[in-house]
């Protein structure tokens, strides 16, 4: 990713995730790659504590696809806060100065 796709990206999940305008966008970029990334692993650890066999089939295809699809997401969160933290960029109103 650019650094211009990076700071579109992260203003875009910004706007959903975190609808408070206080934080910059690394900061914004950190905090949602902890949440997604926290998601997944503890809906593995779930899933291994507690026997998936026991389940219902019901209740396993939808949080395998909520784990995969946070886990995902976090992952690009992740690409998005290394970009902005090697560009030095904090905002989207700093990029557009520059």
């Given at each position: 990713?650019?650094?211009?796709?990076?700071?579109?990206?992260?203003?875009?999940?910004r706007r959903i995730l975190i609808?408070?305008?206080?934080?910059?966008?690394?900061?914004?970029?950190?905090?949602?790659?902890?949440?997604?990334?926290?998601?997944?692993?503890?809906?593995?650890?779930?899933?291994?504590?507690?026997?998936?066999?026991?389940?219902p089939w019901v209740v396993v295809?939808?949080?395998?696809?909520?784990?995969?699809?946070?886990?995902?997401?976090?992952?690009?969160?992740?690409?998005?806060?290394?970009?902005?933290?090697?560009?030095?960029?904090?905002?989207?109103?700093?990029?557009?100065?520059?």
């Amino acid at each position: 990713m650019t650094i211009v796709e990076t700071a579109k990206f992260v203003a875009r999940w910004r706007r959903i995730l975190i609808p408070w305008p206080a934080h910059t966008d690394l900061e914004a970029a950190r905090q949602m790659e902890r949440s997604c990334l926290g998601i997944s692993v503890g809906l593995l650890v779930c899933g291994v504590t507690v026997p998936i066999w026991s389940w219902p089939w019901v209740v396993v295809g939808p949080l395998f696809v909520i784990g995969l699809s946070t886990g995902w997401l976090g992952m690009r969160f992740r690409a998005a806060r290394r970009v902005l933290e090697a560009a030095g960029v904090q905002s989207f109103v700093e990029l557009r100065r520059e």
